[in-house]
Structures are given as C-alpha cells and as structure tokens.
C-alpha cells in the first residue's frame, strides 16, 4: 500500500478508454439554455455520477448522449461511435433507463424484457435465457408471468432497469434509477452497479441527491445551469484520496500499524476511530487485507459521507 507501489501499478496500467466523449454539447428550446456547453468524459470500468440541481441540463444531455435528441452543436461518442454519424452503433451499445419508466402494462415482465431483447437483435435462442438471468438479477424473476400492471413504482424501476441491461450494452445511461426504491433495494441497486463497473461497463448515474452516489460513483460531473461547473476543481476533488473512517478493537494498536505502513491518519470523532486517506475500493481491500496479516482487529471500515456535497457546495457556480 505504499505509494510507490501505487505508482508502478498506474504507470503499468493501460490509460482507460471512454466509454462516453461529450465535446461543447448545446441544445437551447427558444430562449432556454437546456445544455449550454458541456465537455466531460466518463470511463470504462467505472461509475460516473452526474450531479445537479434539478433544471440544471441533466435529463436534456442524457437525451443526446442516448442519441434521442440531436444537439444544436458539439458532438458526442459512445463506446467510440458518434452519436450523430454513427447513430445505430452507437445506441446498440446503450442501456438507457429514463427517469419516467414507461411500458406495456397489458404485457407480462418476461414479454416486455423479450420485446427489447429483439428489437436490439438479441438472437431468440439466446434472448429467452438472457431475459430469465436478468430477471434474477433486479429480483423480479418472482412476477416474470406477471403483467407489469401489478408491479409497484420501485418494482417498474427495477424492470426499467433490466429494459436497460437485456442486451447487454456497454454503456448505461441512468436517470434517477434509485427513484421509488425501498432502502433494500438501493442497497442492491449499487451492488449491482458496481458489478457491472468491474465487468468493465460504463456507467452514467444522474441524480441531484447525493446521499444515493456517495457510496457508489469513481467519478463526478457537476453541471449547472447547463454547463460543466469548474471541471479543473472538480477533477481535482473527485480524484484525489477520499476520507475513510477506520474503527478497531485497540486504537493504539491501529494507529500504530497506519504509522509503521507509512499511511496518514487523523483521529475520528469516535474514541476509537481513525480517519485516512484511499483512492478507492481496491485500496480499501488492500488496507484490510494489510491489518489482517498485521494481526489488527480492525471491525468497521467505510468512506466518509458528504463528499460529494461537500464539494458541489463548495462551487461557486451554485452561489447567489
């Protein structure tokens, strides 16, 4: 876990690819400013979180990274494809969830999940096991003879969900998934994105409350009024070490480990807790694996919350 092991790993490792390019994006309705302007990109492997106030442009630019809303100027790649020239390519490669779920409810979950596995050009052989496996996956292989008239609003945005996965793309474009799910399911929810990150998937989440993407994104996109908002600042937020809070049976014996492996810390609120910087998920599993072999009762590990709100208050785009 020392730096310089860090280093040699990064220095090693390919630089990702994008899964989505977005370059000076603009769609204005008459005299609104939807999206005025917006340049980011989100890579493969990795969870990317789209924050904003609500009106702030998100929904209009994953209308025209999805390529269902053609942009007054700039361009955008998915999976390498332009979503202009390239249009069906690139929505071939597109799981879109929007935030409105919307479907056939007269149609059981196995037809509706069928229905798009076809129109996408999954082969049939192929469509009636993939559509039972997903099923499983969002918890819903219980109503798959089900109309999806019975299902409840979170039960339609885990089936939104699945609509999104059954071809199995190589980006998703997510709009509020989490709208309309009990705690349970959020918590699966963001298991199952993480999933589909380490399978090397892009992933796009859009959401203005926070709470839902701070245990879940690698990467931040803040927009504002329909712009990118300090994109140097928020680079530098986003990918320096976050604060993870650390809990042991002897803190003495937990600071002491930290200190001798070379690993700042501060003390925590809670007697025996420790606060310390991690890149992210693999070098929280490194940290324990490290403490386990040292011998350490280390019990409670986990990334501060507020981070994310933290820095979108801290932006001066969002001040009156």
Known sequence: MSAATTEEVTDQAPNPVPG???????????????????????????????????????????????????????????????????????????????????????????????????????????????VAEILVQVHLAEFATSPARVLSRGQKQRLGLARALVHDPAVLLLDEPASGLDPRSRVELRDLLRSLAAQGKTVLVSSHVLAELEELYDHAVFVSKGRTVDVGEVAQATTSARGWRLEALDVVELRAFLSEAGIPWTPGPGVAEVTVPLSGYDSASELIRAAVNAGVALHTIAPLSGRLEETYLSLNEERV
């Open 20 to 130: 989505i390019e977005a370059v000076g994006l603009r769609r204005h309705f008459g005299e609104v400013k939807a999206v005025d302007g917006i340049t980011f990109a989100a890579p493969a492997g990795a969870v990317t979180a789209l924050i904003g106030p609500n009106g702030s442009g998100k929904t209009t630019l994953l209308l025209m990274l999805s390529g269902l809303l053609a942009p007054d100027s700039g361009s955008a790649k998915i999976a390498g494809y332009d979503v202009a020239s390239q249009n069906l390519q690139a929505r071939s490669q597109i799981g879109w969830m929007p935030d409105v779920f919307g479907t056939w409810d007269a149609l059981t979950c196995t037809e509706v999940l069928t229905t798009f596995a076809h129109a996408y050009g999954v082969p049939r052989e192929v469509a009636a096991k993939r």
